[in-house]
């Protein structure tokens, strides 16, 4: 079963535009982490925040985590072509390093 | 080190045959994972290595799947008696133990026809 979902399971925005995802998930967690997976390839991991921190920033990327309501957001800000892909939020919790994944946000970013 | 790699990218097998797949992970890490997508879902959980020892692994691991991970270098994922139902994108990971993110591979693509 996995862990966490997101919304939407789908975005199509103008190049330019703010994206921003939602992720939801069940349990208490140590981190979570966002990824991003091209259309047939592995993921790339984007952005870890830990349990303890409430926003992250990296390039156009911020996330925040609200642990009180077991959530957390990606933003991307002044989105390409290139960000096109699947977005995915993952998390583990106490010693285990394993991590669960939703089931994706896909975004397309029109030229 | 350039990254996680796994083979094949791609392999077709008719129902019934065995297949065995191949992840190198970074030489740095000690940690090692197997994860399994279909389309349109997030990658779902199998198994995971510390050095050579295989920690846990998932419900969704029948007795048609087995992984090794000898002298905790790269690993191997094989499936006996293939079904249709196998057919998915097989991804390996791996991360050192501060478990600081995931480094995937491409995955291996598997159709069973």
């Known amino acids: 079963s996995q862990q966490g979902e997101e919304d939407p399971q789908a975005l199509s925005i103008q190049e330019g535009e703010n994206a921003t995802m939602n992720c939801s998930y069940k349990?208490?967690?140590?981190?979570l982490q966002w990824y991003r997976q091209n259309s047939g390839r592995g993921l790339v991991h984007l952005i870890l925040i830990r349990s303890n921190e409430r926003e992250k920033h990296s390039g156009r990327l911020r996330v925040t985590l609200d642990t009180s309501k077991k959530s957390s957001s990606l933003l991307i800000t002044a989105s390409r072509a290139a960000d096109t892909a699947s977005y995915f939020c993952a998390t583990d919790s106490s010693n285990d390093y394993k991590l669960s994944f939703g089931a994706g946000t896909t975004v397309t970013v029109r030229a | 080190d350039t990254g996680v790699s796994q083979n094949p990218r791609h392999k077709i097998t008719k129902r019934g045959q065995n297949v065995t797949f191949r992840c190198d992970p970074i030489?740095?890490?000690?940690?090692l994972y197997w994860y399994r997508q279909t389309l349109g879902q997030g990658p779902e959980f199998l198994t995971y290595f510390q050095n050579e020892a295989q920690l846990e692994k998932s419900r969704l691991l029948s007795d048609r799947f087995s992984a090794e991970r000898p002298k905790g270098s790269f690993s191997t994922l094989e499936i006996q008696r293939t079904e249709q139902g196998d057919s998915a994108m097989y991804l390996c990971?791996?991360?050192?133990?501060?478990?600081?993110?995931?480094?995937f591979g491409s995955g291996t693509r598997l159709t069973v026809v």
């Open positions: 990971a791996s991360s050192s133990t501060q478990g600081y993110g995931y480094t």
């Open positions: 349990t208490s967690i140590n981190n």
């Open positions: 030489s740095e890490h000690n940690r």
